[in-house]
């Protein structure tokens, strides 16, 4: 027989079963179990300590919480729509192999200060394992910048030539863009580390809880302060979500440029056989999919934000059920950007850069015109006239099809009677990269030294997140 619904008190009629499919949620929170029987303990002890309890009472649900644990996770709780949402199911559970005792968990509890603490949980540990994953991509870009400080690339801008630069230069851009990925979540993980319990519907109780003691045994360093912000609060969702887009639109960026690398076009980079895929028509196809799917995965995570932000645009305070639906955004995005940061880490190593190809590229296109007016500054020409000059010198090579370092003196004094002898050992590849020394620039000193602090920065955030991943085990 089905076991009546925790709150059947006031209705004559079972709930319609249409009903009943349209709202429930457990085929989804049910992930949340963990969460959900952590928050459960935490608030039962209080509850004894606070006397509202006996220490007895509290003992035997807690024992029997973690025996519900135990059968879920042996795939022995049946979970179905009836129940409504993994909050219900524990309970309901709880009640039936302890009586009437059972009952006395949601004391000064709501399912809405409760769904917020699962959801505050969850993220908390969803947080720390980004956080953890981006380190390894971080890690392992500062080690290919390290084995690629001496690969001279074309640098572009409007995907044309523009000035060379160092590939190391170019990875150590994605360590950037990453770090600030990394801080955004630090940010958002400080936004969600807040205790919601014990504001119950929204009002708060009439029992004396002690919510400073909940957030204590749960690790919160503080509690919400307003009762009817807590339990429709769902900012700290939609900030992972909004750190998460970002984030997925760096990776997609990488993505881009590793799938145009690879084209017979570029042919900057060759990705390993196991990271790629073939065609069931074209037997010559080897298809750069992992990073296809990377860039194509970001759109979810879009959609995903907007999703979030629109269900909350217009809702009256405090908790509406369409709440309900920040869950399955939030664990899609989750998910995407877990398993796309553990795929890239791994992808990463698997690129042979041909080095060869890149430099041979980086030397046409008139690369080194930047210089060659830089050149002519030094010598005491204003920029604008060099810029003009060069341009001209420029024109004329396309024309007699030639680069620039094939002028003669002579040639080059036709155009400017500035330039001397010594412009030749600066119409070098290297040359024009190590001159860039400005801070940020590309220089190889200055990446070497972007390099040596990247690792500095990664061995303290190591060193600071190692503690934290126990419990997740890598699996949320
Ligand atoms: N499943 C619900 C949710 O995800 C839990 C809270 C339900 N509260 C309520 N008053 N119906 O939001």
């Excluded at 720390?128 to 640098?155: F, H, S, W, Y």
């Excluded at 572009?156 to 160092?166: C, D, E, V, W």
Aim: proline letters at 3%; glycine letters at 4%.
């Amino acid at each position: 027989m089905m076991a009546e619904k925790l709150w059947q008190g006031r209705f004559d009629q079972p709930t319609n079963k249409l009903v009943e499919e349209y709202s429930a949620s457990i085929h989804f929170d049910s992930r949340l179990y963990r969460y959900d029987i952590e928050g459960s303990i935490a608030h039962c002890r209080m509850l004894a300590e606070c006397k509202i309890i006996t220490h007895d009472e509290a003992s035997l649900i807690i024992e029997n919480l973690g025996e519900i644990q135990r059968e879920i996770e042996r795939g022995k709780l049946q979970l179905e729509s009836s129940q409504e949402d993994i909050h219900m199911a524990v309970e309901q559970r709880l009640i039936q192999k302890i009586g009437e005792v059972g009952g006395k968990l949601h004391t000064a509890r709501s399912r809405n200060d409760q769904v917020c603490l699962d959801m505050r949980l969850y993220l908390r540990d969803v947080l720390c394992l980004t956080r953890t994953l981006l380190l390894d991509v971080q890690k392992t870009l500062v080690l290919l910048a390290e084995q690629n400080l001496d690969v001279i690339m074309p640098g572009y801008t409007h995907l044309q030539h523009a000035q060379p630069i160092l590939l190391a230069h170019y990875l150590m851009a994605y360590y950037e863009m990453f770090e600030r990925d990394d801080a955004r979540m630090a940010d958002c993980y400080g936004r969600t580390n807040v205790l919601p319990l014990g504001c119950a519907a929204l009002a708060g109780t009439t029992f004396p809880i002690n919510r400073e003691l909940t957030a204590q045994y749960l690790g919160f360093p503080k509690i919400s302060a307003n009762s009817i912000d807590t339990v429709s609060d769902r900012d700290y969702l939609i900030e992972f979500n909004a750190a998460a887009a970002i984030l997925m639109s760096h990776v997609s960026r990488m993505a881009e440029e590793l799938i145009l690398w690879s084209t017979s076009e570029f042919a900057f980079i060759d990705i390993n056989d196991a990271f790629c895929t073939g065609s069931s028509i074209m037997p010559q196809k080897k298809n750069p999919d992992v990073p296809e799917l990377m860039r194509g995965k970001s759109a979810r995570v879009f959609g995903n934000l907007m999703s979030l932000l629109t269900l909350t645009k217009a809702l009256p305070l405090a908790y509406n059920r369409d709440l309900q639906e920040d869950k399955e955004p939030v664990f899609d995005t989750a998910d995407t950007v877990l398993n796309t940061l553990r795929l890239l880490a791994k992808l990463l190593p698997e690129i042979q850069f041909k080095r060869e190809r890149m430099v041979e590229e980086a030397r046409q296109g008139f690369i080194l015109a930047t210089d060659l007016a830089d050149y002519l500054v030094h010598k005491g020409v204003p920029f604008r006239r060099a810029h003009h000059v060069v341009g001209q010198i420029v024109q004329t090579c396309i024309q007699n099809c030639k680069n620039l370092e094939d002028c003669t003196l002579d040639e080059l004094k036709s155009f400017h009677k500035a330039f001397g002898p010594d412009v030749f050992a600066l119409l070098d590849l290297a040359n024009a990269v190590n001159q860039r020394t400005s801070a940020g620039g590309t220089a190889t000193s200055r990446v070497e030294e972007a390099v040596r602090l990247a690792r500095q920065v990664l061995q303290v955030k190591q060193e600071r997140l190692d503690g934290k991943f126990i419990k997740t085990n890598g699996k949320i």
